[in-house]
């Protein structure tokens, strides 16, 4: 809910804007920490609610940001033809603020014949914790490499369809193919790792691979047919990737640790974000076009998951109800019922 009143907020401010400096404080910092301060509880909430079928809760519930994702791009040009930048972000606050009811929604809900245990570490002492946790930091320094080629296809796919003949049009298009193609490789992967046949962490190295690979083979698109079909290819598993990537966080460190663990990683990750397309573009200017861009984002690809496979989780046995093994047992053998939960406190 803070984090819903912050990124309103942020937006807000920034409609008001006077100087550039202005849209990096309020936008930036301030809608910035707001949507970080809603991700991670979201998530946490969803691996609470769903402890057996994690995956495929998360799978779903991630698929969402992919919708509105297909959505706001056609949108967001409407609104500023429309409204102009300063009306668009005043509209962007309003949605924003209804993420404090969104928020309101997600109960702390005790765990049906959860059996007492020792609560982990919080605080600095968790954090430290995680820092000295050798399968973690493996874990997240596999994503630092994945998230750095990961999204160069979303920086720089316009340009590069643009770049093999494609019109404004055409290159939106398979920009769209690649959104719609992500929702969905996000639910298909939920559903499949909620099946017993392997660990999630080994559908999470299958996923990656095959990502990586996709990127490799994107400079072969050379047509606008080729071109989406390759997109259509790279969405679905790169989409794939994104609901394990949080639940595997459970099989590495226990769901214990889990809030924790997703937020360091995360800021572990953001380096990969950061990096890779700049460094994609900085190759395109070097060689004049972008091949060897999307050869090196597939090259990190590969990379984070070969770091994968020296989990210990990694080889471990899946449960007989369909969800795997973790570092620390899950406190509940069966999901929440929700419905029976009150929507309001007791008098």
């Not at 990127?215 to 990737?241: H, K, R, S």
């Not at 360091?264 to 004049?288: K, N």
Request: hydrophobic share 50%; glycine share 12%.
């Amino acid at each position: 809910m803070a984090g819903g009143f912050l990124a309103g907020t942020g937006f807000l401010l920034g409609a008001f804007a006077t100087r550039l400096s202005h849209l990096y404080l309020s936008v930036g910092l301030l809608a910035g920490l707001g949507w970080a301060l809603v991700f991670t509880p979201s998530l946490g909430a969803v691996s609470r609610y769903f402890p057996t079928r994690r995956a495929m809760a998360t799978g779903l519930a991630m698929a969402g940001a992919s919708v509105v994702g297909l959505a706001l791009g056609p949108l967001i040009p409407l609104l500023l033809d429309t409204y102009g930048w300063r009306g668009s972000l005043l509209l962007l606050a309003a949605l924003s603020f209804n993420l404090m009811v969104a928020g309101a929604l997600l109960r702390p809900l005790d765990v049906p014949n959860e059996s007492p245990r020792p609560l982990p570490p919080r605080g600095q002492a968790g954090l430290c914790e995680l820092l000295r946790h050798g399968p973690f930091l493996r874990y997240a320094l596999a994503f630092v490499l994945v998230d750095a080629g990961y999204y160069v296809p979303h920086v720089h796919g316009p340009a590069r369809a643009q770049e093999v003949g494609c019109d404004e049009r055409r290159a939106g298009l398979v920009m769209a193919v690649t959104a719609v193609a992500d929702g969905v490789g996000r639910v298909v992967a939920g559903l499949l790792a909620a099946r017993p046949t392997a660990s999630l962490l080994r559908h999470l190295f299958a996923w990656s691979v095959l990502t990586g690979l996709t990127l490799l083979l994107l400079p072969l698109g050379t047509t606008f047919g080729g071109l989406t079909a390759l997109a259509l290819a790279y969405g679905f598993c790169a989409g794939a990737i994104v609901p394990l990537q949080f639940t595997g966080v459970a099989e590495v460190v226990g769901a214990g640790r889990l809030l924790h663990a997703i937020g360091l990683m995360q800021m572990f990750e953001s380096v990969g974000s950061l990096l890779g397309a700049p460094f994609a573009g900085w190759l395109r200017d070097l060689t004049g076009d972008f091949k060897v861009s999307f050869l090196a984002a597939g090259a990190f690809l590969l990379a984070g998951s070969l770091l994968i496979l020296t989990l210990p989780s990694f080889f471990r046995t899946p449960r007989s109800d369909g969800s795997a093994m973790e570092g620390v047992p899950d406190p509940a053998s069966k999901d929440l019922e929700l419905p029976s939960v009150p929507l309001s406190p007791p008098n």
